[in-house]
């Protein structure tokens, strides 16, 4: 065990945040912490790095464990370069390094006498400069920055010219490189990119240090977790499996929970009436057994009624016109800004019902695409159509559709005059506005606040065409939940473009991906688009093989062999980091498979073993060499999976 949280007690202006918050994490263990928003994660986190203190209970970390913190928001300053920043958490093996080579220099002058003994000095620096990874550690330095988002031309960037989401980048790539026993991340996918995220992954997963995540990612959560800590009203509740795990177990817990609150409130509204009614019957008898049955039923512990999932913000999206079958209609579509040359000819149709995730990289235009098709920007080039009777509701992630100086009241209002006080208020306390807040500015409300009243007028508009600009950032799980179930209850068109990949996944019947200013249509999902991609890049590498191998028979000097001579660095520098990352994919899926079977037959010997000891089966001989020969069957295909276990996890 490399972590122990014991009766954590936690409140603020007398109000509880944490009670009797307990769980543990082992040396390896890849643990989930989730709630909503306020539920006190990232003060549980605090209380764990001991900048905050506890009203009451022990956090322990082991002895001569080593931990590691990410905050949500980093306060680097520094006027060192983003690589020369990096390099300091190196510096111990830099300065092996150095005494190495001061080594050498004097071996070469030193006498016979003394020489035996630098010798000696040289042989320990060079075993404990190994030991350290010393002859990787630039490259492994090199590998950290370009995995998250850091491209070579930007590493000589002064850390004082970088925006707060570039220095928590840098502040995780630290982080990261310390390498400590235990890593504590609060939501570290909030500044990076989907690839970004995907090395991210890989890299935790294979990280041979604890890691626990506060992170409203669910995918992110499904990919890492082998344990989640839910934090729910002040209490903690530890579940076994990833974060889909997690949802599902809760949810059998929820409904067993609310049946068990059902029969004990039927139970004891049939008492009091039995109660009442031998009461009624006024004789000495009767109220002595009513006085017993009350006393009985006094000494129930009553259950709490469980909080209903997703009982309180409500969102129902429904179209008041139904559109043409053809939505939008996109072609050669151009756009640059300066120097920089987002895309060309981009084409695309949108139909009506489909729900479309546009996806790509930080930079490549995606927002871009929405604010162009909402007349926000003009195309340089290119047209854009809608289908007869398209009305467009639009989704801003910067919300410039709210006005800073209205109230939440007149925001609701002025758009939408024909809606009573009451109605609009109704509106409001649907998405969690009740009361004075009706009455707040826009400009005073947080993100998340500021998304649910865009969604609100979203949901306003009955409009059919749904354009969303990443709408489920500040959103926590229970609203993004929400969001799914309304847009999948949607009859009308969506198109969207978002980092959420378990919102895609849920959401998504098509997808739009922008990679190298052209878009490529994937139908289905998003792990379709994921099994899809991979079966091309096989495809690509395949072809490529083959036609280096057999090079250009037809004699054309612009045929495929030759083109393939060309193909720019970019092109190749590409394909091999696609190729890389379908391997590790297809690593990983073979690791989860191996695990489940060795699961599976660990599992099944057990039942051998209680088998074997019942009655009925310890005396019947033919039964137990059968169980034996089926046992050691399972013992022999053990070894091997344990030792592709083993190398699958290196």
């Known amino acids: 065990m490399i972590l122990s949280v014991s009766n954590i007690h936690k409140s603020f202006n007398e109000v509880p945040v944490l009670q009797n918050v307990s769980f543990h994490i082992e040396d390896y263990d890849k643990a989930a912490i989730v709630g909503i928003n306020g539920a006190g994660k990232t003060t549980l986190l605090r209380i764990i790095m001991g900048e905050l203190s506890a009203d009451d209970g022990i956090v322990t970390l082991s002895k001569d464990k080593t931990v590691g913190y990410l905050s949500q928001h ?19 093996i830099i300065d092996l390094e150095r005494k190495i080579r001061s080594a050498e220099l004097q071996m070469k002058t030193a006498s016979e006498e003394k020489l035996s003994q630098l010798m000696e000095t040289y042989s320990n620096l060079t075993h404990a400069f190994e030991a350290a990874n010393g002859y990787a550690y630039k490259s492994e330095l090199t590998g950290v920055l370009k995995g998250l988002g850091f491209d070579e031309s930007e590493f000589s960037k002064s850390i004082s010219t970088l925006s707060g989401g570039q220095k928590t980048r840098v502040a995780l790539g630290k982080l990261l490189l310390l390498k400590p026993n235990l890593i504590i991340l609060d939501e570290p996918t909030n ?6 995220i995907t ?26 977790s082998n344990k989640v800590i839910e934090i729910d009203n002040t209490k903690a509740t530890v579940f076994s499996g990833n974060y889909s795990d997690y949802a599902a177990k809760k949810e059998q817990l929820r409904v067993a929970q609310y049946n068990a609150y059902m029969n004990q409130q039927r ?8 109660i009442e009614k031998l009461k009624s019957f006024n004789r000495e008898k009767s109220i002595k057994r009513a006085e017993s049955r009350e006393k009985m039923l006094n000494k129930i512990e009553v259950l709490e009624k469980p909080t209903e999932v997703r009982s ?3 969102l129902h999206l429904e179209p008041k016109v139904i559109s043409g079958n053809d939505v939008i209609h996109v072609e050669h579509l151009a756009k640059s800004f300066g120097e920089l040359n987002l895309f060309e000819n981009l084409s695309f149709d949108i139909k009506r019902g489909e729900h479309v995730a546009i996806i790509g990289d930080n930079g490549t235009g995606k927002t871009t695409i929405l604010k162009m098709i909402n007349e926000l920007l003009p195309p340089d080039a290119g047209i854009i159509r809608l289908g007869s009777n398209v009305q467009i509701g639009y989704y801003d992630q910067e919300h410039h559709v709210l006005h800073p100086e209205k109230t939440l009241f007149e925001e609701i209002s002025d758009d939408y ?17 009740t009361g004075e807040d009706v009455f707040k500015q826009i400009k005073s409300l947080s993100g998340g606040e500021r998304g649910r009243v865009s969604l609100a007028k979203l949901m306003l508009s009955e409009s059919n065409f749904l354009i969303l600009d990443e709408p489920t950032n500040h959103l926590d799980i229970m609203s993004k939940e929400i969001l799914e179930d309304a847009i999948n209850g949607y009859t009308g068109t969506v198109l969207y473009v978002s980092h959420d990949r378990y919102f895609i996944n849920k959401t998504a019947t098509r997808i739009l991906d922008l990679n190298h200013k052209t878009l490529t249509g994937y139908l289905g999902n998003y792990e379709y688009y994921l099994e899809k991609k991979d079966e091309q890049l096989a495809r690509i590498l395949a072809e490529s093989g083959n036609t ?6 037809s004699g054309n000097p612009t045929g495929s062999g030759a083109s393939s001579h060309i193909e720019s660095e970019t092109k190749q520098d590409w394909k091999s980091q696609k190729e ?18 060795i699961e599976q037959l660990e599992t099944r010997n057990a039942e051998i073993d209680e088998l074997m000891a019942s009655p009925d089966i310890c005396t019947n001989v033919a039964k137990l060499q059968e169980l034996n020969k089926e046992k050691e069957a399972n013992e022999t295909e053990l070894e091997t999976l344990y030792e592709k276990w083993e190398n699958l996890s290196e």
């Open 548 to 553: 280096t191998a057999g090079g250009n028979t």
């Open 312 to 314: 309180d913000m409500h």
């Open 580 to 597: 890389q990352q379908a391997a590790k994919r297809k690593k990983e899926n073979d690791l989860k498979k191996c695990e489940e079977r």
């Open 74 to 92: 980093q306060a680097v300053s520094s006027e060192n370069t983003i690589y020369d920043e990096l390099l300091s958490v190196k510096q111990d």
């Open 417 to 433: 005059p024909t809606l009573t006080n009451t109605e609009i208020r109704n509106t409001l306390a649907a998405f969690l506005f």
């Open 267 to 274: 139970e004891i509204k049939h008492q009091e009436e039995v």
């Open 191 to 196: 500044h990076l990119d989907m690839s970004s």
């Open 199 to 224: 090395w991210l992954e890989t890299y935790l997963l294979n990280y041979k240090g604890a890691v626990i995540i506060v992170s409203h990612d669910r995918y992110f959560l499904d990919r890492i």
